[in-house]
Protein backbone atom coordinates (compact mmCIF):
# COMPACT_ATOMS: atom_id res chain seq x y z
CA UNK A 1 0.00 0.00 0.00
CA UNK A 2 1.33 3.47 -0.74
CA UNK A 3 1.47 6.12 2.17
CA UNK A 4 -0.20 9.73 0.74
CA UNK A 5 2.36 11.05 3.33
CA UNK A 6 5.41 10.11 0.70
CA UNK A 7 3.57 11.02 -1.98
CA UNK A 8 3.85 14.32 -4.09
CA UNK A 9 0.95 16.72 -3.25
CA UNK A 10 0.69 18.69 -6.89
CA UNK A 11 -3.04 18.25 -6.42
CA UNK A 12 -3.54 18.45 -2.80
CA UNK A 13 -7.71 19.00 -1.77
CA UNK A 14 -8.32 19.50 -5.86
CA UNK A 15 -11.48 18.44 -6.00
CA UNK A 16 -11.95 16.02 -9.65
CA UNK A 17 -13.59 14.41 -11.81
CA UNK A 18 -12.30 11.54 -13.76
CA UNK A 19 -15.20 10.18 -16.47
CA UNK A 20 -14.55 6.84 -17.93
CA UNK A 21 -12.66 6.48 -14.85
CA UNK A 22 -13.17 2.51 -13.58
CA UNK A 23 -10.85 1.29 -16.19
CA UNK A 24 -7.89 1.87 -18.56
CA UNK A 25 -6.29 5.31 -18.76
CA UNK A 26 -9.28 6.67 -16.73
CA UNK A 27 -8.23 4.60 -13.93
CA UNK A 28 -4.83 5.32 -13.64
CA UNK A 29 -5.67 8.84 -14.01
CA UNK A 30 -7.67 8.55 -10.61
CA UNK A 31 -4.71 6.87 -9.56
CA UNK A 32 -2.34 9.29 -10.27
CA UNK A 33 -4.57 12.08 -9.04
CA UNK A 34 -4.90 10.55 -5.46
CA UNK A 35 -1.38 9.67 -4.83
CA UNK A 36 -1.22 13.72 -5.63
CA UNK A 37 -3.49 14.42 -2.84
CA UNK A 38 -6.83 15.07 -5.24
CA UNK A 39 -10.19 14.34 -4.14
CA UNK A 40 -11.13 12.36 -6.66
CA UNK A 41 -14.47 11.23 -8.10
CA UNK A 42 -14.44 8.13 -10.48
CA UNK A 43 -17.67 8.59 -12.68
CA UNK A 44 -18.29 5.90 -15.28
CA UNK A 45 -21.46 3.48 -17.03
CA UNK A 46 -21.47 0.63 -14.77
CA UNK A 47 -22.17 0.24 -10.51
CA UNK A 48 -19.85 -2.86 -10.22
CA UNK A 49 -17.14 -1.20 -12.58
CA UNK A 50 -17.17 1.88 -10.47
CA UNK A 51 -17.25 0.53 -7.27
CA UNK A 52 -14.50 -2.07 -8.15
CA UNK A 53 -12.47 1.22 -8.88
CA UNK A 54 -12.59 3.03 -5.82
CA UNK A 55 -12.15 0.00 -3.48
CA UNK A 56 -9.04 -1.05 -5.36
CA UNK A 57 -7.89 2.94 -5.08
CA UNK A 58 -8.86 2.67 -1.17
CA UNK A 59 -7.18 -0.56 -1.38
CA UNK A 60 -3.68 0.53 -2.76
CA UNK A 61 -3.40 3.95 -1.48
CA UNK A 62 -3.66 4.70 2.21
CA UNK A 63 -5.82 7.61 2.92
CA UNK A 64 -7.26 8.19 -0.80
CA UNK A 65 -10.26 10.60 -1.17
CA UNK A 66 -11.85 8.54 -4.27
CA UNK A 67 -15.68 8.39 -4.89
CA UNK A 68 -17.79 6.49 -7.32
CA UNK A 69 -20.41 7.93 -9.61
CA UNK A 70 -22.53 6.17 -12.12
CA UNK A 71 -22.77 8.44 -14.88
CA UNK A 72 -23.39 7.93 -18.37
CA UNK A 73 -22.07 11.32 -19.96
CA UNK A 74 -24.88 11.44 -22.54
CA UNK A 75 -27.37 11.50 -19.97
CA UNK A 76 -27.22 15.23 -18.46
CA UNK A 77 -29.28 14.53 -15.41
CA UNK A 78 -26.91 11.84 -13.76
CA UNK A 79 -23.88 14.66 -14.93
CA UNK A 80 -26.03 17.19 -13.38
CA UNK A 81 -26.77 14.88 -9.86
CA UNK A 82 -23.42 13.83 -9.95
CA UNK A 83 -21.99 17.74 -10.01
CA UNK A 84 -24.51 18.52 -7.48
CA UNK A 85 -23.60 15.79 -4.75
CA UNK A 86 -19.24 16.87 -5.04
CA UNK A 87 -20.45 20.65 -4.80
CA UNK A 88 -22.50 19.92 -1.76
CA UNK A 89 -19.77 17.73 -0.37
CA UNK A 90 -16.69 19.48 -0.80
CA UNK A 91 -17.87 22.82 -1.79
CA UNK A 92 -16.37 23.48 -5.34
CA UNK A 93 -15.09 21.73 -8.61
CA UNK A 94 -11.77 21.91 -9.42
CA UNK A 95 -11.02 19.49 -12.65
CA UNK A 96 -12.38 17.83 -15.17
CA UNK A 97 -10.86 15.06 -16.59
CA UNK A 98 -13.62 14.19 -20.43
CA UNK A 99 -11.64 10.73 -20.52
CA UNK A 100 -14.70 8.36 -21.43
CA UNK A 101 -15.67 7.41 -25.28
CA UNK A 102 -15.99 4.48 -27.30
CA UNK A 103 -14.71 3.26 -30.41
CA UNK A 104 -17.31 1.98 -33.08
CA UNK A 105 -15.02 0.78 -36.06
CA UNK A 106 -16.40 0.80 -40.14
CA UNK A 107 -15.66 2.05 -43.24
CA UNK A 108 -17.48 4.71 -44.37
CA UNK A 109 -19.50 2.23 -46.68
CA UNK A 110 -20.69 -0.03 -44.29
CA UNK A 111 -20.90 2.10 -41.25
CA UNK A 112 -24.70 2.56 -39.74
CA UNK A 113 -26.60 5.78 -38.53
CA UNK A 114 -26.16 4.09 -35.20
CA UNK A 115 -22.59 3.66 -35.11
CA UNK A 116 -22.12 7.25 -36.15
CA UNK A 117 -24.48 8.82 -33.98
CA UNK A 118 -23.53 6.51 -30.69
CA UNK A 119 -20.02 7.43 -30.79
CA UNK A 120 -20.31 11.20 -31.57
CA UNK A 121 -23.22 11.46 -28.29
CA UNK A 122 -20.73 9.67 -25.92
CA UNK A 123 -17.35 10.67 -27.09
CA UNK A 124 -18.26 14.65 -28.39
CA UNK A 125 -21.54 15.85 -26.86
CA UNK A 126 -20.72 13.66 -23.19
CA UNK A 127 -17.72 16.10 -23.38
CA UNK A 128 -20.02 18.80 -23.84
CA UNK A 129 -22.33 17.99 -21.54
CA UNK A 130 -20.00 17.43 -18.49
CA UNK A 131 -18.24 20.94 -19.21
CA UNK A 132 -21.02 22.55 -19.37
CA UNK A 133 -22.32 20.98 -15.90
CA UNK A 134 -19.15 22.07 -14.34
CA UNK A 135 -18.42 25.44 -16.18
CA UNK A 136 -20.31 27.75 -13.82
CA UNK A 137 -18.99 26.32 -10.65
CA UNK A 138 -15.47 27.39 -12.04
CA UNK A 139 -16.64 30.48 -12.76
CA UNK A 140 -18.14 31.40 -9.67
CA UNK A 141 -14.71 30.04 -8.40
CA UNK A 142 -12.77 31.86 -10.73
CA UNK A 143 -10.64 28.81 -11.32
CA UNK A 144 -10.90 25.58 -12.62
CA UNK A 145 -9.21 23.56 -15.42
CA UNK A 146 -11.13 21.31 -18.03
CA UNK A 147 -8.93 18.29 -20.00
CA UNK A 148 -10.44 16.73 -22.78
CA UNK A 149 -9.40 13.11 -24.25
CA UNK A 150 -8.58 13.79 -27.45
CA UNK A 151 -6.32 11.03 -29.93
CA UNK A 152 -3.81 11.36 -32.41
CA UNK A 153 -6.44 10.07 -34.43
CA UNK A 154 -8.09 13.41 -34.13
CA UNK A 155 -5.14 15.24 -35.61
CA UNK A 156 -4.32 12.79 -38.51
CA UNK A 157 -7.49 10.85 -39.15
CA UNK A 158 -7.70 6.65 -39.59
CA UNK A 159 -8.63 4.30 -41.81
CA UNK A 160 -12.23 3.25 -40.88
CA UNK A 161 -12.87 5.48 -37.91
CA UNK A 162 -15.04 8.17 -39.55
CA UNK A 163 -16.81 8.84 -36.50
CA UNK A 164 -14.18 8.62 -33.28
CA UNK A 165 -12.10 10.74 -35.87
CA UNK A 166 -14.69 13.40 -36.23
CA UNK A 167 -15.84 13.20 -32.63
CA UNK A 168 -11.70 13.51 -31.33
CA UNK A 169 -11.54 16.55 -33.88
CA UNK A 170 -14.21 18.13 -32.35
CA UNK A 171 -13.44 17.85 -28.61
CA UNK A 172 -9.85 19.80 -29.35
CA UNK A 173 -11.94 22.22 -31.06
CA UNK A 174 -14.15 22.43 -28.14
CA UNK A 175 -11.04 22.83 -25.61
CA UNK A 176 -9.62 25.46 -28.09
CA UNK A 177 -13.08 27.34 -27.68
CA UNK A 178 -13.27 26.74 -23.90
CA UNK A 179 -9.44 28.24 -23.91
CA UNK A 180 -10.42 31.53 -25.47
CA UNK A 181 -13.99 31.82 -23.75
CA UNK A 182 -12.96 30.94 -20.25
CA UNK A 183 -8.58 31.80 -19.67
CA UNK A 184 -10.22 35.68 -18.83
CA UNK A 185 -12.35 33.45 -15.97
CA UNK A 186 -9.62 31.72 -14.69
CA UNK A 187 -9.69 28.80 -16.33
CA UNK A 188 -7.87 26.25 -18.50
CA UNK A 189 -9.01 24.42 -20.95
CA UNK A 190 -6.32 21.99 -23.11
CA UNK A 191 -6.47 18.69 -25.13
CA UNK A 192 -4.47 15.25 -24.74
CA UNK A 193 -3.83 13.10 -27.50
CA UNK A 194 -2.46 9.09 -27.00
CA UNK A 195 -1.05 7.17 -29.30
CA UNK A 196 -1.29 3.54 -29.30
CA UNK A 197 -1.89 2.88 -25.38
CA UNK A 198 -2.18 -0.24 -23.75
CA UNK A 199 -5.58 -0.18 -22.54
CA UNK A 200 -8.44 -2.69 -22.95
CA UNK A 201 -9.51 -1.67 -25.81
CA UNK A 202 -6.70 -3.41 -27.63
CA UNK A 203 -6.71 -6.18 -26.19
CA UNK A 204 -9.12 -8.18 -29.31
CA UNK A 205 -6.05 -6.59 -32.21
CA UNK A 206 -4.31 -9.99 -33.46
CA UNK A 207 -0.91 -10.06 -32.42
CA UNK A 208 0.43 -9.66 -36.04
CA UNK A 209 -1.22 -6.56 -36.38
CA UNK A 210 -0.17 -5.07 -32.84
CA UNK A 211 3.66 -6.01 -33.69
CA UNK A 212 3.13 -3.90 -36.78
CA UNK A 213 1.29 -1.15 -34.92
CA UNK A 214 4.32 -0.84 -32.51
CA UNK A 215 6.70 -1.06 -35.49
CA UNK A 216 5.44 2.36 -36.66
CA UNK A 217 6.25 3.79 -32.76
CA UNK A 218 9.88 5.26 -33.08
CA UNK A 219 10.37 4.01 -29.58
CA UNK A 220 9.19 0.55 -30.61
CA UNK A 221 6.63 -0.24 -27.97
CA UNK A 222 2.88 0.79 -26.88
CA UNK A 223 2.44 3.24 -24.00
CA UNK A 224 1.34 2.46 -20.90
CA UNK A 225 -1.51 4.08 -19.32
CA UNK A 226 0.47 6.11 -16.28
CA UNK A 227 2.49 8.02 -19.19
CA UNK A 228 -1.13 9.82 -20.18
CA UNK A 229 -2.08 10.10 -16.65
CA UNK A 230 0.92 11.83 -15.96
CA UNK A 231 0.35 14.57 -18.02
CA UNK A 232 -3.08 14.65 -17.07
CA UNK A 233 -2.30 15.85 -13.64
CA UNK A 234 1.04 17.82 -14.70
CA UNK A 235 -2.19 19.70 -16.67
CA UNK A 236 -4.36 19.95 -14.10
CA UNK A 237 -1.75 21.69 -11.46
CA UNK A 238 -0.48 24.81 -10.75
CA UNK A 239 3.01 23.99 -12.82
CA UNK A 240 0.64 24.26 -15.73
CA UNK A 241 -0.73 27.36 -15.21
CA UNK A 242 0.57 29.14 -18.27
CA UNK A 243 -0.64 26.59 -20.41
CA UNK A 244 -3.96 27.06 -22.24
CA UNK A 245 -6.00 25.86 -25.78
CA UNK A 246 -3.08 23.43 -26.32
CA UNK A 247 -2.84 19.80 -27.81
CA UNK A 248 -0.32 17.57 -26.44
CA UNK A 249 0.08 14.09 -28.10
CA UNK A 250 1.40 10.83 -26.02
CA UNK A 251 2.02 8.98 -28.65
CA UNK A 252 5.83 8.07 -28.45
CA UNK A 253 6.83 9.69 -31.68
CA UNK A 254 4.30 8.04 -33.69
CA UNK A 255 3.28 11.16 -35.60
CA UNK A 256 7.10 12.06 -36.66
Request: aromatic fraction near 4%; charge should be positive; hydrophobic fraction near 50%.
Amino acid sequence: MVNLAGAGQRLKDKVSIVTGGAQGIGLATVRKFALEGAIVAVADLKAGAVDGAVAAMRKEIAGARVEGHVVDVTQRGQIDAMVAQLKARHGRIDVLVNNAGITLDARLQKMTEAQFDQVIAVNLKGTYNCAQAVVDTMVEQGAGVILNASSVVGIYGNFGQSNYAASKFGVIGLAKTWARELGPKGIRANAVCPGFIATPILHTIPDKVMAQMVDRVPLRRLGQPEEVANLYAFLASDEASYINGAVIEVAGGLTV
